[in-house]
Protein backbone atom coordinates (compact mmCIF):
# COMPACT_ATOMS: atom_id res chain seq x y z
CA UNK A 1 0.00 0.00 0.00
CA UNK A 2 1.44 3.47 -1.21
CA UNK A 3 2.36 5.67 1.86
CA UNK A 4 3.30 9.36 2.20
CA UNK A 5 7.26 9.24 3.38
CA UNK A 6 8.46 12.59 4.62
CA UNK A 7 12.61 12.31 4.11
CA UNK A 8 14.82 15.43 5.68
CA UNK A 9 18.37 15.57 4.17
CA UNK A 10 17.27 14.22 0.80
CA UNK A 11 20.33 15.97 -0.83
CA UNK A 12 22.82 13.26 -0.24
CA UNK A 13 24.50 10.21 1.47
CA UNK A 14 21.93 7.91 3.03
CA UNK A 15 18.79 10.68 2.50
CA UNK A 16 19.23 10.41 -1.74
CA UNK A 17 18.99 6.63 -0.96
CA UNK A 18 16.20 6.39 0.82
CA UNK A 19 13.83 8.46 -1.17
CA UNK A 20 15.41 6.66 -4.17
CA UNK A 21 14.01 3.23 -2.18
CA UNK A 22 11.03 4.56 -1.52
CA UNK A 23 9.79 5.89 -5.08
CA UNK A 24 10.81 2.56 -6.36
CA UNK A 25 8.70 1.07 -4.34
CA UNK A 26 5.46 2.95 -5.21
CA UNK A 27 5.23 5.59 -2.41
CA UNK A 28 4.78 8.94 -2.38
CA UNK A 29 8.32 11.06 -1.02
CA UNK A 30 8.30 14.51 0.29
CA UNK A 31 12.29 14.68 -0.53
CA UNK A 32 13.95 18.06 2.27
CA UNK A 33 16.92 19.41 2.28
CA UNK A 34 18.81 23.18 2.82
CA UNK A 35 19.31 23.43 -0.89
CA UNK A 36 16.38 22.38 -3.26
CA UNK A 37 17.94 22.66 -6.16
CA UNK A 38 20.19 20.30 -5.01
CA UNK A 39 17.99 17.97 -3.94
CA UNK A 40 16.17 18.16 -7.40
CA UNK A 41 19.40 17.68 -8.92
CA UNK A 42 20.30 14.77 -7.41
CA UNK A 43 16.54 13.02 -7.79
CA UNK A 44 16.39 13.87 -11.46
CA UNK A 45 13.16 15.79 -13.17
CA UNK A 46 10.00 15.78 -11.32
CA UNK A 47 8.09 13.11 -10.73
CA UNK A 48 4.37 12.62 -9.98
CA UNK A 49 5.35 11.16 -6.78
CA UNK A 50 8.23 13.57 -5.36
CA UNK A 51 7.57 16.90 -3.59
CA UNK A 52 10.94 18.55 -3.19
CA UNK A 53 11.00 20.86 -0.79
CA UNK A 54 13.57 23.34 1.40
CA UNK A 55 14.03 22.40 4.96
CA UNK A 56 16.67 23.56 7.49
CA UNK A 57 15.88 20.99 9.99
CA UNK A 58 16.91 24.44 13.12
CA UNK A 59 14.43 26.26 11.13
CA UNK A 60 10.81 25.61 12.45
CA UNK A 61 9.40 27.73 10.06
CA UNK A 62 10.78 25.69 7.52
CA UNK A 63 9.82 22.27 8.90
CA UNK A 64 6.25 24.00 9.36
CA UNK A 65 5.74 25.59 5.74
CA UNK A 66 7.67 22.07 4.03
CA UNK A 67 4.64 19.86 6.14
CA UNK A 68 2.16 22.17 5.05
CA UNK A 69 3.49 22.23 0.98
CA UNK A 70 3.22 18.05 2.19
CA UNK A 71 -0.67 18.22 2.65
CA UNK A 72 -1.37 20.71 -0.41
CA UNK A 73 0.31 18.04 -2.64
CA UNK A 74 -0.91 14.66 -0.82
CA UNK A 75 -3.57 15.27 2.10
CA UNK A 76 -1.53 13.04 4.41
CA UNK A 77 1.83 12.09 6.08
CA UNK A 78 2.15 8.44 6.90
CA UNK A 79 6.09 8.21 8.22
CA UNK A 80 8.59 10.35 8.41
CA UNK A 81 12.26 9.70 8.22
CA UNK A 82 14.78 12.07 10.67
CA UNK A 83 17.85 11.13 8.62
CA UNK A 84 19.63 14.67 8.45
CA UNK A 85 22.31 15.46 10.46
CA UNK A 86 26.33 16.23 10.94
CA UNK A 87 29.43 15.12 12.89
CA UNK A 88 31.39 17.63 14.87
CA UNK A 89 34.66 15.29 15.67
CA UNK A 90 37.22 15.95 18.88
CA UNK A 91 38.37 15.64 22.26
CA UNK A 92 35.64 17.23 24.29
CA UNK A 93 38.38 20.10 25.55
CA UNK A 94 39.29 20.95 22.30
CA UNK A 95 35.39 21.20 20.56
CA UNK A 96 34.50 24.88 21.35
CA UNK A 97 31.15 25.69 23.35
CA UNK A 98 29.94 26.66 20.50
CA UNK A 99 30.14 23.90 18.20
CA UNK A 100 28.80 21.78 21.08
CA UNK A 101 25.55 23.46 20.53
CA UNK A 102 25.89 23.48 16.71
CA UNK A 103 25.97 19.24 17.35
CA UNK A 104 23.06 19.53 19.88
CA UNK A 105 21.03 21.86 17.93
CA UNK A 106 21.40 20.16 14.57
CA UNK A 107 21.46 16.39 16.02
CA UNK A 108 18.65 16.78 18.49
CA UNK A 109 17.11 19.92 17.71
CA UNK A 110 16.50 19.49 14.00
CA UNK A 111 14.34 16.20 14.36
CA UNK A 112 12.61 17.53 16.88
CA UNK A 113 11.48 20.67 15.26
CA UNK A 114 10.54 18.65 12.04
CA UNK A 115 8.82 15.90 14.48
CA UNK A 116 7.04 18.68 16.17
CA UNK A 117 5.27 19.90 13.07
CA UNK A 118 4.44 16.07 11.53
CA UNK A 119 2.95 14.89 14.70
CA UNK A 120 -0.22 17.41 14.73
CA UNK A 121 -0.74 15.89 11.46
CA UNK A 122 -0.12 12.28 12.38
CA UNK A 123 -2.87 12.78 15.59
CA UNK A 124 -5.38 14.29 13.83
CA UNK A 125 -5.17 10.69 11.26
CA UNK A 126 -4.67 8.87 14.34
CA UNK A 127 -1.86 7.00 12.53
CA UNK A 128 1.76 7.46 11.70
CA UNK A 129 5.32 6.21 12.40
CA UNK A 130 8.14 8.64 13.34
CA UNK A 131 11.86 6.84 12.17
CA UNK A 132 14.64 8.61 13.78
CA UNK A 133 18.32 7.85 12.47
CA UNK A 134 20.64 8.08 15.47
CA UNK A 135 23.57 5.87 15.40
CA UNK A 136 25.47 2.83 17.31
CA UNK A 137 27.31 5.77 18.82
CA UNK A 138 24.03 6.67 20.87
CA UNK A 139 24.42 3.58 22.91
CA UNK A 140 28.17 3.03 22.94
CA UNK A 141 30.63 5.93 23.62
CA UNK A 142 33.88 6.67 21.79
CA UNK A 143 36.89 8.68 21.39
CA UNK A 144 36.69 11.79 19.24
CA UNK A 145 33.14 11.27 19.41
CA UNK A 146 32.04 13.04 22.45
CA UNK A 147 30.17 15.69 20.51
CA UNK A 148 28.51 13.39 18.82
CA UNK A 149 27.82 10.74 20.81
CA UNK A 150 25.85 13.70 22.97
CA UNK A 151 23.54 14.51 20.67
CA UNK A 152 22.67 10.80 19.76
CA UNK A 153 22.31 9.67 23.18
CA UNK A 154 19.83 12.50 23.66
CA UNK A 155 18.39 11.48 20.65
CA UNK A 156 18.03 7.85 22.16
CA UNK A 157 16.35 9.28 25.35
CA UNK A 158 13.91 11.36 23.42
CA UNK A 159 12.99 9.31 21.00
CA UNK A 160 12.67 6.46 23.93
CA UNK A 161 10.20 8.48 25.52
CA UNK A 162 8.11 9.89 22.88
CA UNK A 163 6.76 6.72 22.24
CA UNK A 164 4.81 6.88 25.03
CA UNK A 165 3.20 9.67 24.69
CA UNK A 166 2.09 9.22 20.96
CA UNK A 167 1.28 5.78 20.94
CA UNK A 168 -2.45 6.25 22.27
CA UNK A 169 -2.64 8.33 18.96
CA UNK A 170 -1.86 5.23 16.81
CA UNK A 171 1.69 6.85 16.19
CA UNK A 172 4.90 4.65 16.40
CA UNK A 173 8.48 5.13 16.95
CA UNK A 174 12.07 3.25 15.52
CA UNK A 175 15.03 4.39 16.47
CA UNK A 176 17.60 3.39 13.91
CA UNK A 177 21.18 2.60 15.08
CA UNK A 178 23.22 2.00 12.41
CA UNK A 179 27.54 0.86 12.63
CA UNK A 180 29.52 2.30 10.33
CA UNK A 181 27.90 2.70 6.35
CA UNK A 182 29.36 4.17 3.35
CA UNK A 183 27.39 7.01 3.21
CA UNK A 184 28.53 10.62 3.22
CA UNK A 185 28.87 11.47 6.93
CA UNK A 186 32.61 11.68 6.45
CA UNK A 187 33.14 14.13 3.84
CA UNK A 188 33.81 17.05 4.42
CA UNK A 189 30.25 18.98 4.27
CA UNK A 190 28.68 16.84 6.98
CA UNK A 191 31.95 16.09 9.56
CA UNK A 192 33.76 19.19 11.11
CA UNK A 193 36.53 19.44 13.61
CA UNK A 194 37.22 20.57 16.75
CA UNK A 195 38.14 24.23 16.66
CA UNK A 196 40.45 24.73 19.31
CA UNK A 197 44.05 23.16 20.07
CA UNK A 198 45.69 22.05 23.09
CA UNK A 199 49.21 21.02 23.03
CA UNK A 200 48.18 17.67 25.69
CA UNK A 201 45.89 16.45 22.90
CA UNK A 202 47.92 17.43 19.96
CA UNK A 203 49.76 14.62 18.76
CA UNK A 204 46.40 12.34 19.33
CA UNK A 205 44.22 14.45 17.70
CA UNK A 206 46.40 14.54 14.40
CA UNK A 207 46.73 10.75 14.60
CA UNK A 208 42.73 10.03 15.51
CA UNK A 209 41.72 12.85 12.50
CA UNK A 210 44.30 10.96 9.88
CA UNK A 211 42.02 7.72 10.94
CA UNK A 212 38.88 9.09 10.70
CA UNK A 213 39.61 11.00 7.43
CA UNK A 214 40.72 7.53 5.77
CA UNK A 215 37.61 5.84 6.95
CA UNK A 216 35.95 8.15 4.14
CA UNK A 217 34.29 5.69 1.66
CA UNK A 218 36.00 2.33 2.76
CA UNK A 219 33.08 1.54 5.47
CA UNK A 220 31.56 -1.99 5.37
CA UNK A 221 27.75 -1.11 5.25
CA UNK A 222 26.20 -0.91 1.95
CA UNK A 223 23.82 2.64 2.41
CA UNK A 224 21.28 1.45 -0.15
CA UNK A 225 20.66 -1.92 1.47
CA UNK A 226 20.02 0.07 4.37
CA UNK A 227 17.37 2.59 2.39
CA UNK A 228 16.15 -0.66 1.86
CA UNK A 229 15.38 -1.55 4.98
CA UNK A 230 14.43 1.09 6.29
CA UNK A 231 11.43 1.39 3.40
CA UNK A 232 10.68 -1.93 4.62
CA UNK A 233 10.23 -1.05 8.42
CA UNK A 234 7.96 2.22 6.90
CA UNK A 235 5.78 -0.26 5.78
CA UNK A 236 5.39 -2.66 8.62
CA UNK A 237 2.07 -2.18 10.59
CA UNK A 238 3.87 -3.26 13.80
CA UNK A 239 7.44 -1.64 13.73
CA UNK A 240 10.23 -2.37 16.10
CA UNK A 241 11.21 0.10 18.58
CA UNK A 242 14.89 -0.16 17.79
CA UNK A 243 16.33 -1.08 14.51
CA UNK A 244 20.45 -2.23 15.20
CA UNK A 245 21.71 -1.38 11.62
CA UNK A 246 25.26 -3.78 10.97
CA UNK A 247 27.03 -6.82 11.59
CA UNK A 248 29.19 -4.00 13.61
CA UNK A 249 26.72 -1.99 15.25
CA UNK A 250 24.98 -5.25 16.60
CA UNK A 251 27.69 -6.75 17.97
CA UNK A 252 28.92 -3.61 19.68
CA UNK A 253 25.37 -3.07 21.24
CA UNK A 254 25.25 -6.98 22.55
CA UNK A 255 28.49 -6.18 24.12
CA UNK A 256 27.21 -3.02 25.54
CA UNK A 257 23.90 -5.04 26.81
CA UNK A 258 26.17 -7.06 28.22
CA UNK A 259 28.58 -4.21 29.97
CA UNK A 260 25.54 -2.76 31.47
CA UNK A 261 24.36 -5.66 33.46
CA UNK A 262 27.10 -6.36 34.57
CA UNK A 263 27.39 -2.97 35.82
CA UNK A 264 23.86 -3.07 37.45
CA UNK A 265 24.90 -6.41 38.90
CA UNK A 266 28.05 -4.89 40.17
CA UNK A 267 26.26 -2.24 42.18
CA UNK A 268 23.91 -4.16 44.03
CA UNK A 269 25.92 -4.31 46.65
CA UNK A 270 26.63 -1.02 47.59
CA UNK A 271 23.39 0.39 45.91
CA UNK A 272 20.86 -2.28 45.98
CA UNK A 273 19.38 -0.81 49.41
CA UNK A 274 19.41 2.64 49.79
CA UNK A 275 15.52 3.01 50.38
CA UNK A 276 14.23 4.64 53.41
CA UNK A 277 14.60 2.74 56.48
CA UNK A 278 10.96 1.98 58.21
CA UNK A 279 11.83 3.87 60.96
CA UNK A 280 12.94 7.04 59.34
CA UNK A 281 10.59 6.76 56.55
Not at 67 to 74: G, I, K, P, S, T
Not at 90 to 113: A, D, H, K
Request: with cysteine.
Amino acid sequence: MSKVIFVTGAGRGLGTDIVRQALAQGHRVIATGRRPEKVQQTLGGPQDNLLVTKVDITDQEDARAAVQAALDRFGRIDVLINNAGNFIAGYFEEISPEQMRVQIETNLFGPMNVTRAVLPVMRAQRAGHVITISSSAGLIGQEFCVAYAASKFAVEGWMESLRYDVEPFGIRTTLVEPGFFRTELLVEASTSWAELSIDDYAERTAATKAQWQSMNGQQSGDPAKLARALVTLADQEQPPLRFVAGADAIAGVQAKAQELAEQAQASRELGGNLNLDEATA
